[in-house]
C-alpha cells in the first residue's frame, strides 16, 4: 500500500485546513488510516484514526477541533482541522495499518510528511 499526503501549508492562529491522504495498491488489505504528527522535539503522536469499520479515535488535544473522514471507497481519509494553534504546528504523518491476512499480526505503513504551521 502507498499513502500520499496533501494539504499541509501555513495558516494563522484560528484558521482551518484540510489534510489528505491517499491509498493506493491493495487497499482491501487496510484495517484503519490515521494521522499522526511530529513536532520538533517531540515524540510522534496520534492524532485520529479511522477503522474500516469507521470508529474513529481522537487524541484529547484535538477533539471537538479535528475530523476524520473518508471516502466510500476508503481510499482516501481526510483530516479537517478547525481551530488551529501554534500547538498544532507538526510534520503530519498518514498512517495505515495493514493486514496482509486475517491471523497475521498487522504492521504500519506510512506515508511521506506534511509540514502544518500556525502561526500566532
Known amino acids: 500500500v502507498q499513502l500520499q499526503a496533501s494539504g499541509g501549508g501555513l495558516v494563522q492562529a484560528g484558521g482551518s485546513l484540510r489534510l489528505s491522504c491517499a491509498a493506493s495498491g491493495n487497499t482491501g488489505s487496510i484495517v484503519s488510516m490515521g494521522w499522526y504528527r511530529q513536532a520538533v522535539g517531540k515524540q510522534r503522536e496520534l492524532v485520529a484514526k479511522?477503522?474500516?469499520?469507521?470508529?474513529?479515535n481522537y487524541a484529547d488535544s484535538v477533539k471537538g477541533r479535528f475530523t476524520i473522514s473518508r471516502d466510500n471507497a476508503q481510499i482516501t481519509t481526510y483530516l479537517q482541522m478547525s481551530s488551529l494553534k501554534p500547538e498544532d504546528t507538526a510534520v503530519y504523518l498518514c498512517n495505515a495499518e495493514i493486514q496482509i491476512l486475517s491471523g497475521l499480526a498487522p504492521y504500519d505503513n506510512w506515508g511521506q510528511g506534511t509540514l502544518v504551521t500556525v502561526s500566532s
Open positions: 479511522i477503522s474500516r469499520g469507521g470508529v474513529t
